[in-house]
């Protein structure tokens, strides 16, 4: 059924009918009632590109993903997609996921804008500088950042974790358990977050006179094969750490299996910390969970970020932010530093 159908089952116009399925005030609450009821009797689904035409908007949210990033399949995109996609689905909103060569966001966004393909944008993986923060303001898109960059944190939406007081939290629990030779296997540090973890570490062995080690922490992808690599060679340097900080599950699960082979055991002779996204596929929850974590959801940050970005759209609200705290949890794979390390 098209619209011209539907007006003349209604009686009406097609622009009185357009008008009352898109809100306007004009219609009244009878005549627009009336419609739609008529259209869910008749399985109506209105175009987009009529809608588009009629209202100016095309309740459709973007996501603009970088190949490099192998976020598509990257179970973290993947729970934060779904966290998102309930506030869609909730709200009356499509998703737009657009794949595009790294560093070639910039015509996407144009072209999104121009063609008003999607209503606003949801960013991921900021970088400590980002230029897409001041493309996004110079096309009016309304936009939500997943994170936050060195832009002044007032002047746009985001959604990110307390990352830096994360790692600090968690590098104190070794640093009391007597650790001093704390590795740590890291997200890419051009990545805020990534940068955050790191400095929160450091500050807290420099509070505890103990000087962080670049030979035993690495910047890069956060997957389990990277992790398993950089803890078997961490392993076998003369002078091991004794404990380690994985900044994702995928990274701990290597590193997890590296500590096996090379014959040792978590908690015992190497103590391992996780910052757990708490993936719906990948419970690490327990009466004893086996590995100690720092623990906040992805996808309820994907819930935050779209009902942001709504409200910005619906002009609810200006800009917002929101700093989340992970949660601390310790379990079976940290415990006090072995009688035999050396400092």
Known sequence: MNLKQLSDKLGLSQTTVSRALNGYPEVSEETRKRVEAVAREMNYQPNSNARRLATGKSNTIGHVVPLSHHDMINPHFS??????????????YDMLISVVNAGAEKPVYEALRRNRRVDGVIVHGPRVEDERIDLLRKL??????????????????????????????????????????????????????????????EKAMREYGAEPDPEIMISSEMIEPVGHDAMKRFLNLDNP???VLCSSVLNAMGAMRAIHEHGSRPGRD?????????????PTTGERPAITALRSSIRLAGMHCAEMLIDLIEKKTGPRNLLLEAEFVVGASTGPVPQTATA
């Not at 060195?150 to 985001?158: F, G, K, L, Q, V």
């Not at 990110?160 to 600090?168: L, T």
């Not at 391992?272 to 993936?279: G, P």
């Open 79 to 92: 729970d934060f997609i779904a966290g998102a996609g309930e506030i869609y689905n909730r709200c009356g």
């Open 140 to 201: 009016k898109l309304p936009f939500v950042v997943h994170g936050r960059t060195n832009d002044p944190e007032d002047s746009y939406s985001w959604v990110d974790v307390n990352n830096r007081r994360a790692f600090h939290t968690a590098a104190k629990h070794l640093l009391e358990a007597g650790h001093r030779r704390i590795a740590l296997i890291n997200g890419w540090e051009y990545m805020t977050f990534a940068a955050k973890r790191r400095d929160g570490l």
């Open 241 to 243: 750490p004794t404990a």
């Open 270 to 282: 190497v103590s391992l910390i996780a910052y757990d996204d708490c993936l719906s596929f990948l």
